[in-house]
């Protein structure tokens, strides 16, 4: 399987929205309610939004194909972009969303290992993600590519609150 990762610009505003859709969709749709599930895909993926988080100067989304297939995408956040006040010394994963027809074929550890690049690129201590603490194959994976859990916060689908576990990896 050839892949390529490309840093996404406002061109790719649509396909960006509609992957996210799409793998948000795959992952938690079986997990929440229809209600929960439409708010949460209307508050985080309107196109003016992702417009917005693509014009952030401290985030950037990457798309990795899998031949002239857009397999996932990626979003990282430093500095102030970040979601959750974890210094300057810091990198955000805030998004590595695979299509489902991508899966378990290493397309999750080729962005998590961008990701470390660009934090060593960037001079970055550690890496960090939310993970919701029910998504066991996400949190198998990052702790066997050795992150740990740090904390906690509470993330919203539609009206119901949820916990994300802060898990984090020293460089």
């Known amino acids: 399987m050839t892949t390529m990762i490309k840093k ?3 061109d790719d ?3 960006l929205q509609n992957i996210s859709i799409e793998t948000y969709t795959e992952t938690f749709k079986e997990h929440n309610t229809p209600e ?6 209307e508050q985080a993926y309107p196109l003016d939004k992702l417009e917005r988080e693509l014009a952030i100067p ?3 989304f990457f798309f990795i194909y899998s031949g002239q297939h857009i397999a996932g995408y990626l979003k990282l956040n430093t500095d102030n972009a970040q979601t959750e006040p974890m210094g300057m010394d810091s990198l ?3 998004r590595i969303y695979v299509r489902k027809a991508f899966q378990k074929l290493g397309i999750g550890k080729q962005l998590l290992n961008k990701a470390i690049e660009m934090a060593h690129q960037q001079d970055k201590k550690t890496i960090w993600l939310g993970v919701w603490e029910n ?5 198998a994976f990052y702790r066997k590519k ?3 859990q740090t904390g906690s916060h ?3 689908m539609g009206d119901d609150e949820q916990t994300d576990l802060i898990m984090v990896k020293t460089l």
């Open 8 to 10: 996404c610009t406002l």
């Open 154 to 156: 509470s993330f919203y």
């Open 13 to 15: 505003l649509h396909e």
């Open 36 to 41: 929960n599930l439409a708010a949460y895909l």
């Open 146 to 148: 050795g992150f740990v």
């Open 135 to 139: 998504n066991d194959n996400a949190l």
């Open 92 to 94: 955000e994963v805030e």
């Open 58 to 60: 401290f985030s950037d």
